[in-house]
């Protein structure tokens, strides 16, 4: 049996106008009342995090994770979660750890001897880092039937060109749509 | 039988990035090279045109096709097309007809009477003043496998937020995949 690759995957869930996050932060749209008929039920996602074995994320996206989690839980269970972060702090559970500095450092001391299926999950900027740094292999980006209108944009201003290969397409019964792709090297 | 609806479309052809231009005007970046086992292949597009009854399009955007008509011949045919402009001027062709004013007027007493299935193709500005003022009932993008990283955004700063309804999903052997919203009123 081969060992499967390393892998690290870009996430984002954004609206069809490429936003990711409201100005007040508010999240009520990601519960879309849509129905489409065609669409799959939407996949375990029990079953489905048990393949992320590392979750990666800019000190933005964790402070905004920590303060959903006193309404919701905390989203990523007890994977270990590394935040990026120029502040060294002391994270708030045992499975967070704080990495400053480089990122193809993080990249290639920290993640690629220890994990195999790494998820990036935001934001914006550290999202952009990895596609321009050619650090991230696929991006998987969940479309919600909405024009936001205005927020914080995924991939906006990255300034680089990135050819893609479209590796998949789901299609929700909650009218999400995933678009799964190679970031070509 | 009953008379088809009339429906106005909004069709962008965009980047994952929400690009629909580089800032050079090319347009080599559309002729992509993926290759998606999965997909279906493209449609016929003589068919395909055949169902467009009107065309309606922005200045730039008319500018930009008769630029490229010199190459590639007029990419709209024998269609009626109405070129949106502020400035009156006289088309190159018979079948283009300018018209300066109020959309409203232009969607009632011009596209409703005569048509059934009008397709507005650009640009950015038009295409968002008619989602804003909810003429527009449905939006389909057909997103290519690439980031631009900069360019002309289809949907930026649109300032309005519009839930939408997934109406279909098509991913094509080129990579190409096109999404169908219909705008909720």
């Known amino acids: 049996m081969t060992k499967d690759p390393f892998k690290i995957t870009v996430h984002m869930v954004s609206s069809l106008d490429g936003i990711i996050?409201?100005?007040?932060?508010?999240?009520?749209?990601?519960?879309?009342?849509?129905?489409?008929?065609k669409g799959v039920a939407g996949e375990n996602p029990e079953e489905f995090l048990k393949t992320i074995d590392c979750y990666v994320m800019g000190s933005l996206t964790y402070q905004h994770a920590l303060e959903l989690s006193k309404s919701y839980g905390w989203a990523y269970g007890d994977v270990p979660t590394i935040v990026v972060s120029h502040k060294n702090f002391k994270p708030e559970r045992m499975n967070i750890e704080v990495f400053s500095g480089d990122l193809i450092k993080l990249v290639n001391?920290?993640?690629?001897?220890?994990?195999?299926?790494?998820?990036?999950?935001?934001?914006?900027?550290?999202?952009?880092?990895?596609?321009?740094?050619k650090l991230a292999d696929e991006i998987r980006?969940?479309?919600?039937?909405?024009?936001?209108?205005?927020?914080?944009?995924?991939?906006?201003?990255?300034?680089?060109?990135?050819?893609l290969h479209l590796l998949d397409v789901t299609a929700y019964k909650n009218g999400l749509v995933e678009l799964r792709y190679e970031i070509k090297k």
Chains 1, 2 share one sequence.
Do not use: C
């Open 21 to 37: 996050a409201k100005r007040d932060n508010s999240v009520s749209w990601f519960d879309t009342t849509d129905n489409y008929e």
């Open 109 to 133: 001391e920290k993640l690629k001897p220890t994990y195999k299926n790494v998820w990036l999950v935001g934001g914006a900027m550290l999202a952009k880092q990895f596609i321009r740094l």
């Open 141 to 163: 980006v969940t479309i919600i039937p909405i024009i936001l209108g205005e927020g914080l944009s995924f991939l906006e201003g990255i300034g680089h060109e990135q050819p």
